[in-house]
T-cell receptor, first 112, second 114 residues
C-alpha cells in the first residue's frame, strides 16, 4: 500500500519557470522529508519539516507542511537545469515505526 | 569520505545464484536501513537495525533475504536463489536520530538477475 501520493509524476519545464509538486496522504506523519535523487545515485536529503503549517526555504526551494501533517508541497522558483532530478517525499513516525515511507516521486526535467 | 558506502555498485548474476551486498554506514550512526528501489518507484523499506539488533522487517523481505549487522557497524544483505524479480537498486541508509527519521543514503547497489 502506497501511503504517500506524489503529483505530478512527471514534469518538464523550461528554465526560469516556477513549479510546485505535491505530496499527499490520508495518514498523519510526525515528520516529513523531501529528497532529491539523480540517476544511479541514492537520494539526498533536502529538508525535514516537523510542525504542522511549517514553511522552510532553501535558496529557490520552498517547502510547506500541511496544518494536519498529512501533506506537503515543494515550490521551486526560477527553475534551473541543475534542478533536474527525482523529487521524493517521505513520511516518518507512522504507528511508532522507525521506517520512512516514500512516495513514488516526481521526475522533474528543466530544459535550458 | 565519511558518507555511507556500498559495495558492489553493480552486480549481474544468473537466476538461482546467491548475492551479498555490504554497507558501511556513517561511523557515529547507530541506525542502519535497507531499502529496495525499482524503476519508477520510490524506495521501499526492507529492514532496520539499531546497533546490532534487527528491530523491524518488511513483508517484502522473504525467507530468501537475510540481513545482518554483527558488530553494530557494517551490514550485509544476502539474497539466496535470486529471481528475476529481485532485480532492483538496493539502498542502504544510516541515521543518528530516530525522532525526525532523517536518512543518509549510500549510492546503492544495482542488481540485475538474468
Amino acid at each position: 500500500t502506497q501511503l504517500l501520493e506524489q503529483s505530478p509524476q512527471f514534469l518538464s519545464i523550461q528554465e526560469g519557470e516556477n513549479l510546485t509538486v505535491y505530496c499527499n496522504s490520508s495518514s498523519v506523519f510526525s515528520s516529513l522529508q523531501w529528497y532529491r535523487q539523480e540517476p544511479g545515485e541514492g537520494p539526498v536529503l533536502l529538508v525535514t519539516v516537523v510542525t504542522g503549517g511549517e514553511v522552510k526555504k532553501l535558496k529557490r526551494l520552498t517547502f510547506q507542511f500541511g496544518d494536519a501533517r498529512k501533506d506537503s508541497s515543494l515550490h521551486i522558483t526560477a527553475a534551473q537545469p541543475g534542478d533536474t532530478g527525482l523529487y521524493l517525499c517521505a513520511g516518518a513516525g507512522q504507528g511508532g515505526s522507525e521506517k520512512l515511507v516514500f512516495g513514488k516521486g516526481t521526475k522533474l526535467t528543466v530544459n535550458p | 569520505d565519511t558518507g555511507v558506502s556500498q559495495d558492489p555498485r553493480h552486480k549481474i548474476t544468473k537466476r538461482g545464484q546467491n548475492v551479498t551486498f555490504r554497507c558501511d554506514p556513517i561511523s557515529e550512526h547507530n541506525r542502519l536501513y535497507w531499502y529496495r528501489q525499482t524503476l519508477g518507484q520510490g524506495p521501499e523499506f526492507l529492514t532496520y537495525f539499531q546497533n546490532e539488533a534487527q528491530l523491524e522487517k518488511s513483508r517484502l523481505l522473504s525467507d530468501r533475504f537475510s540481513a545482518e549487522r554483527p558488530k553494530g557497524s557494517f551490514s550485509t544483505l544476502e539474497i539466496q536463489r535470486t529471481e528475476q524479480g529481485d532485480s532492483a537498486m538496493y539502498l542502504c541508509a544510516s541515521s543518528q536520530y530516530a525522532s525526525t527519521g532523517e536518512l543518509f543514503f549510500g549510492e546503492g547497489s544495482r542488481l540485475t538477475v538474468l
